[in-house]
């Protein structure tokens, strides 16, 4: 291994015990009980309010007043994402505005938690009275280099282990899926995610039968 690696690798573990040390020191109280958490998922499920999601689970990422922009993404995303077809969105925002908060590190945590309405068991649950939503199983991190997005999915890594206010709600979506590494991971709920530069190709890649649903773009452009 070289030392650029092993820097990288110890730039990771550091990353893990700051967010970790992190989420525990913003973990909110939710009502356990059985009915609050019900009408919890029913919120995120059925609803998908992608505000209640971020504020509620994440906030040692995102927290105050929502901005014009914030309120603007959070209203947006979750519908974008059941488009038919398919649809290509840019967000510009200054900085400070959480943009990479609320896309690559909320966006995928969400993308699998949505992945449970694949179950005809889920959907009966919230009262899901459509189809089930389009299956997004296949989420790529880009980036301009490889290195900040395997951090991001990092990110996903430890949310998706570490957040018990996650867990309390959602415990069929949180801790280790099928593939755990590094650079690649499978959620529980069948949700592939993958970090690439720009330098990079994309074409080619696969999940299983699928070929990438969701490019979440952030930082493509180097200094």
Not at 48 to 53: A, E, S, T, Y
Not at 176 to 189: H, L, M, R
Not at 194 to 222: C, V
Request: with cysteine; aromatic share 10%; net charge neutral.
């Amino acid at each position: 291994m070289s030392y650029t690696e092993k820097q990288f690798l110890e730039e990771l573990a550091a990353l893990k015990s700051e967010l970790r040390r992190d989420i525990e020191a913003h973990a909110v109280g939710l009502d356990p009980s059985k009915a609050a958490i019900a009408e919890r998922r029913r919120r995120v499920l059925k609803d998908g309010d992608f505000r209640f999601f971020a504020y509620t689970y994440f906030p040692h990422h995102i927290r105050g007043e929502p901005s014009l922009f914030q309120n603007t993404f959070c209203e947006r995303f979750p519908k974008l994402l059941r488009v038919p077809h398919g649809v290509k969105e840019w967000f510009k925002a200054p900085r400070g505005e959480a943009k990479s908060s609320l896309l690559t590190k909320i966006g995928p945590v969400w993308c699998a938690v949505q992945a449970l309405l694949q179950r005809a068991e889920i959907r009966s649950e919230v009262n899901w009275e459509n189809d089930p939503p389009y299956f997004i199983d296949y989420i790529i991190l880009l980036g301009a280099e490889t290195k900040l997005q395997t951090k991001l999915l990092e990110v996903a890594r430890i949310e998706l282990t570490v957040n018990s206010a996650l867990a309390l709600d959602f415990p069929e979506v949180c801790g280790v899926g099928p593939k755990w590494k590094v650079a690649e991971i499978i959620t529980k709920t069948g949700v592939k995610l993958e970090p690439f530069g720009a330098e990079q190709a994309i074409r080619g890649t696969f999940h299983g039968a699928s070929r990438p649903k969701l490019l979440l773009g952030d930082d493509l452009i180097t200094d």
